[in-house]
């Protein structure tokens, strides 16, 4: 099992999050959700006490640089854990791959890719390769 947290800066439900989510969870992975507000003391104690494999990022233009500053301050950290993102942003800026606080890009339609990329991780399998959906 897989432990994934999905990291956004508001109170919205994305379904994006919820379609993961769920794909997460029928492949046997847990999954969490932490609402985070420039507090990084919180966001800390957070990662100590969920300690997830992977760290997600839904991103929107609008909370592109919440996810490129926290990333950012998550491995400067060191925290042990795959730093993702997909969403729109990512599919029309695949170029945020280049940035240091970033692991993964999901480009496109990301529910089987996610649970492929939670698989490899679980069976500490190479997941660099996983092949974008045509």
């Not at 991780?121 to 660099?128: F, S």
Request: hydrophobic share 40%; glycine share 4%.
């Amino acid at each position: 099992m897989v432990k994934v947290l999905f990291l956004q800066s508001v109170w919205f439900e994305f379904e994006s999050v919820m379609l993961l989510s769920s794909c997460l969870k029928n492949a046997g992975h847990k999954t969490y959700l932490h609402i985070h507000r420039d507090d990084n003391k919180k966001l800390l104690k957070v990662m100590k006490k969920i300690k997830p494999d992977i760290i997600a990022f839904p991103t929107l233009t609008a909370y592109r640089m919440f996810m490129l500053e926290t990333s950012t301050f998550l491995k400067k950290k060191k925290v042990p854990a795959i730093i993702a993102a997909g969403g729109h942003d990512c599919s029309f800026s695949p170029e945020l791959i280049e940035h240091p606080g970033l692991d993964v890009l999901c480009i496109g339609e990301g529910d089987d890719a996610f649970v492929e990329l939670a698989n490899a991780v679980q069976n500490n399998k190479n997941y660099t390769k996983i092949k974008k959906e045509d």
